[in-house]
């Protein structure tokens, strides 16, 4: 059973961005495409042929691959319903985010291969992005590792209780924007524009088509599930199952969707009422955050809690 | 004006309120400076007409009018005797740069002096000596197909460059991301700053004003709706009023009024969707879609109104064919409705600070470029130039019509935005107050005859700026030439001084502030 709960974020990623969708436009006032758009999407891409410029090295070609088992081999680690992680004792926090890392790395360089300058542009910001959340985010997974006394998830899953310290809720501020920058998503990037000179996420792959754009929009959608599931885990494990019993998973599960709902809610509700940041303004909000997480650890190691 | 009167030569005709001075040659350049510079007079627009026919001449004209007076001051210049070249005035008067390259482009007619006389409105696959809007104008078959393929490059186009360390291009469009017209920008920019930015556009030429010669002036009507989607209205008015001025006929009260009325909606339903449009720029998507509804009630309005969702097949040349007066309840009805609406969103516009700091501060420009570029509408307001059609050069009830043009300083999007929503609650008491009174007379008067080879201009205040007709009549009872100036043409040369110095990013969000179109610049 835990082997497969990687599964459930294979699976359910795709709903999770099309409820996202459906409460946006709900709060905008249209009735917007159903929940299982995202799906019927990437049917639509799998089936459509691909057009690659000619000027692409093989890392073009690969990286979709790269990007899509990475984001799977991150799910591995993670632990969705059950602490028993499928494969807990291969990784940390750590090894997750560098995971990200990898992915990450490989798409800005596919974004550079077709040598279009939007390709390029995304890359770029992308980069500048990336080089401010990581620390954001190590710093406040740090503070729940440091109280756990493990970098493993599924162990600091286990531990943390219901009752929070200063420190967590600092840490879980820090934790909600790097999400945001992480996403790509307002106020940090915008998913649904159309221009392409604001791009960040969508400039790097303007040159993929077909089911390579499939497997891209797929990982994007996992991680962005993952990096939500972290966060639970991190900050709201109340009602995780720490084993394998069916009564247990039940009600993990039925919690874990109740949490991830709330979770689409909120990320619908900051994009819809807030405006997208001028680009060299960001900086200036990532920092903040990076003072957010780094006072997290500070409290956590001045007042022990 | 008596300086120019004075010079040798000079022929003075006058029509209602135009002067056209004939001037010689070499007088030329110095009249048109004596204007833009003694009398601080705007270059509303310049044109060409190929007069061989009639008297073996082609001949330049550029309308002038100087703040204040209500009259158009048009310089005219007969070019004969197969010389083919003119002095340019761009030097002097920077807004006549693009006036002079079309000349070149569609007359064959050199601008002397002028600094750029690469192609404007022809692209690189069109035949080369060849200039479309000349009577005896013609094109092969095998040129017209290369120019539809636009492989061929014919006469190639060299783009500016920047030198610098660290400087590199950005090529965007003339295919776009999102479902927009076609345009191409070269950006300049080191890191995320634009250094300089060119943009090359008319990718979209359809040969209207060539279509005008030869339609039927009623013909002619649909054609000018249909130049430009968002101001249809204002643009068949403009060309009806030019083809009225012709014929010499005054339209009654009560077309007047019908078509004060509906100029200010289309205003309305512009400004309050232009608005909502700035938000996608920044994002802000609840604002938009807020916009979007708010002017899809008043587009149903119209469409109750008149049975056009933009305002088409309500002109006609001597005055309008509905009575959309009868209509007046559902018109407050629905344009209180939408004030409410409005007025909630404008609220919650500039209650998000998020939104509203994105749009200070970007893209600025400054009243010095914006009168030196002759930019129109909106955008000019927003720079703080205080030129409004419909006060500077009165016409249908808008003289008796009390309303401001405001104007605001600083000339960014933010500015833009503002000059927008006052506009729009200017238009909401107009309307108000123009279905308070009763208007009298027939719809429309009878067009009796119009004289052969006689001219005038027709204007407008379109929600994006000034739109010009002028209409010549042949002796067929038909156009013999038709020059539309639409706002999107004057203020495009603006975009790119706009956008210097903001970061590429912020670019889109500029454009959207100026909210032109690229099909509806391109005759």
């Known amino acids: 059973m835990e082997y497969f709960q990687f599964l459930i974020i294979i699976i359910f990623s795709p709903l999770i961005n099309g409820i996202i969708k459906k409460i946006k436009a709900t709060m905008q006032g249209r009735r917007g495409p159903g929940i299982l758009q995202p799906y019927y999407d990437l049917i639509r891409l799998f089936k459509k042929d691909m057009v690659i410029s000619s000027v692409t090295s093989w890392i073009f070609k690969a990286t979709p691959y790269i990007v899509f088992t990475a984001t799977i081999t991150a799910s591995m680690i993670v632990p969705v319903i059950t602490t028993k992680a499928s494969l807990g004792m291969m990784g940390d926090v750590i090894a997750l985010i560098y995971i990200f890392a990898l992915g990450r790395f490989f798409m800005a360089l596919a974004g550079l291969d077709a040598g279009t300058a939007f390709g390029g542009e995304g890359s770029s910001r992308e980069m500048t992005v990336a080089i401010l959340v990581e620390p954001i985010m190590m710093l406040s997974i740090f503070t729940a590792a440091i109280s756990a006394g493990s970098t493993n998830i599924a162990r600091i899953a286990q531990i943390q209780g219901i009752f929070y310290s200063p420190s967590h809720i600092l840490a879980l501020f820090a934790f909600i924007v790097a999400i945001i920058a992480e996403t790509g998503r307002i106020p940090v990037d915008n998913p649904d524009t159309h221009l392409e000179l604001t791009m960040i996420h969508e400039g790097m792959l303007l040159e993929y088509s077909g089911p390579y754009l499939a497997l891209m929009e797929w990982a994007h959608y996992m991680k962005q599930m993952l990096l939500f599931t972290i966060a639970v885990d991190i900050f709201f494990p109340l009602g995780i199952s720490n084993n394998t019993e069916f009564s247990g998973i039940a009600i993990s599960f039925s919690a874990y969707i109740l949490k991830m709902l709330f979770i689409a809610f909120l990320t619908a509700f900051v994009e819809s009422t807030r405006a997208k940041m001028r680009f060299f303004q960001m900086p200036s909000l990532l920092g903040w955050a990076f003072v957010l997480a780094l006072l997290s650890l500070l409290t956590y190691i001045m007042m022990g809690k | ?523």
């Open chain 2, 1 to 523: 004006m008596e300086e120019i009167y004075r010079k040798k030569g000079v022929k003075i005709r006058e029509h209602l309120n135009e002067q056209y001075i004939e001037v010689s040659r070499k007088d030329f350049k110095d009249s048109c400076a004596y204007l833009y510079e003694k009398k601080h007079s705007v270059l509303r627009l310049m044109f060409a007409t190929d007069e061989r026919r009639i008297d073996n001449s082609f001949r330049i004209y550029t309308v002038f009018s100087i703040p204040g007076i209500d009259r158009f001051f048009i310089i005219v210049l007969s070019l004969k005797d197969d010389d083919f070249t003119f002095p340019s005035i761009t030097t002097e008067i920077p807004a006549a740069h693009w006036y002079e390259r079309e000349i070149r482009d569609m007359f064959g007619l050199i601008p002397k002096g002028h600094p750029d006389l690469r192609r404007l409105i022809l692209h690189d696959s069109f035949p080369a000596n060849s200039y479309p809007l000349r009577k005896d104008w013609s094109i092969t078959e095998t040129d017209l197909r290369e120019w539809g393929e636009g492989v061929k490059q014919k006469e190639p186009y060299n783009f500016m460059e920047v030198e610098g360390e660290g400087i590199y291009e950005i090529p965007v469009g003339p295919v776009h991301a999102g479902i927009i017209e076609p345009g191409h920008f070269r950006f300049s920019a080191v890191g995320e700053t634009i250094v300089f930015l060119e943009p090359r556009l008319f990718y979209t030429h359809k040969g209207t004003e060539k279509h005008f010669e030869g339609m039927s002036f009623f013909d002619g009507i649909k054609l000018a709706e249909r130049v430009s989607g968002t101001s249809s209205f204002s643009h068949s008015v403009a060309y009806c009023m030019a083809v009225e001025r012709i014929a010499g006929i005054e339209i009654t009260e009560k077309a007047k009024g019908v078509r004060t009325l509906l100029l200010e909606i289309e205003r309305l339903y512009n400004h309050i969707g232009d608005i909502g449009n700035m938000c996608a720029g920044t994002g802000l998507a609840v604002g938009y879609a807020k916009g979007a509804v708010l002017k899809e009630n008043l587009m149903q309005l119209n469409d109750r109104l008149t049975g056009s969702r933009y305002l088409r097949g309500i002109n006609v040349i001597g005055g309008v064919t509905k009575d959309v007066f009868l209509q007046a309840d559902a018109i407050l009805s629905t344009v209180n409705d939408v004030t409410h609406g409005y007025k909630d969103s404008m609220r919650l516009l500039l209650g998000s600070a998020s939104h509203i700091e994105r749009l200070e501060n970007t893209g600025g420009l400054s009243k010095d470029i914006a009168q030196k570029l002759g930019v129109t509408g909106v955008a000019a307001r927003a720079s703080g130039i205080n030129d409004d059609i419909r006060k500077a050069h009165p016409h249908l009830l808008y003289d008796r019509l009390e309303f401001e043009s405001h104007t605001m300083t600083k000339g960014d999007v933010f500015a833009r935005m503002m000059v927008r929503a006052e506009e729009a609650e200017c238009s909401i008491s107009m309307i108000n107050a123009l279905l308070e009174n009763r208007y009298e007379g027939e719809l429309s008067v009878e067009v009796m005859e119009i004289p052969e080879y006689s001219s005038a201009i027709g204007y407008a205040e379109t929600p994006r700026g000034s739109v010009f007709y002028w209409v010549m009549s042949d002796n067929e009872g038909r156009p013999f030439r038709v020059k539309l100036r639409s706002p999107s043409y004057c203020n495009w040369p603006a975009v790119p001084f706009a956008g210097q110095g903001n970061i590429v990013p912020d670019f889109p969000l500029c454009n959207k502030s100026f909210n032109l179109s690229y099909s509806g610049c391109d005759m």
